[in-house]
Antibody, heavy 116, light 107 residues
Framework: QVQLVQSGPDVKPPGASVKVSCTAAGYNFSSYVMHWVRQAPGQGLEWMGWISGYNGVRNYAQKFRSRVTLTQDTSATTAYMELTSLTSDDTAVYYC?????????WGQGTLVTVSS | EIVLTQSPATLSLSPGERATLSCRASQSVSNHLAWYQQKPGQAPRLLIYDASDRATGVPPSFSGSGSGTDFTLTISSLEPDDAAIYYCQQRDNWPPTFGPGTKVDIK
């Protein structure tokens, strides 16, 4: 079955960067897009961007374009999301999710806490 | 970007009752709309895509309808396990956007 396993929780000071990983199993990694979505505590879902497993093409939401970088290692079937210049507003659970148009499988989420 | 509005914000019903959740888009999204279920402490789960198609493994008690700007998720007979927040999401226009969610409580 499809599995997306994310890296563990992280605590970062303001101004730092964080890199979250998402390791996929159970399907052809190169055949799907990987999306990244975040959820602040008690809040709704916010799309950050996606990366194509086929050719590495990326598309970012305007809000995050200057601070987020999506990468992948297809040989390791792993996708990465790096977010820079962290502020307290970036405290959230970050999800990876597989899907071309809709997100049909999700990782368990990674809590990133920004605190001094 | 397309704004999705969901109503009601909270729905409190008894087991066996019918739940009707609404999602309205600020402009037409054709049928390019999905519904997700999120239980506390869990990742969202895809329920419905393309407005009315059930995702794999989703029971027939869940159904979706609508097109253009107005969409509905119906749970025909509520079970205690259906307590969750339900989000709609459009993929017709970049960036994909989510609605704010409807919380379903089971009395």
């Amino acid at each position: 079955q499809v599995q997306l396993v994310q890296s563990g929780p992280d605590v970062k000071p303001p101004g730092a960067s964080v890199k979250v990983s998402c390791t996929a199993a159970g399907y052809n990694f190169s055949s799907y897009v990987m999306h990244w979505v975040r959820q602040a505590p008690g809040q709704g879902l916010e799309w950050m961007g996606w990366i194509s497993g086929y050719n590495g093409v990326r598309n970012y939401a305007q809000k995050f374009r200057s601070r987020v970088t999506l990468t992948q290692d297809t040989s390791a079937t792993t996708a990465y999301m790096e977010l820079t210049s962290l502020t307290s507003d970036d405290t959230a659970v970050y999800y990876c999710a597989r899907g071309d148009d809709y997100l049909d499988n999700w990782g368990q989420g990674t809590l990133v806490t920004v605190s001094s | 970007e397309i704004v999705l509005t969901q109503s009601p914000a909270t729905l409190s019903l008894s087991p066996g009752e019918r739940a009707t959740l609404s999602c309205r888009a600020s402009q037409s999204v054709s049928n390019h709309l999905a519904w997700y279920q999120q239980k506390p402490g869990q990742a969202p789960r895809l329920l419905i895509y393309d407005a009315s198609d059930r995702a794999t493994g989703v029971p027939p008690s869940f159904s979706g309808s609508g097109s253009g700007t107005d969409f509905t998720l119906t749970i025909s007979s509520l079970e205690p396990d259906d307590a969750a927040i339900y989000y709609c999401q459009q993929r017709d226009n970049w960036p994909p956007t989510f609605g704010p969610g409807t919380k379903v409580d089971i009395k």
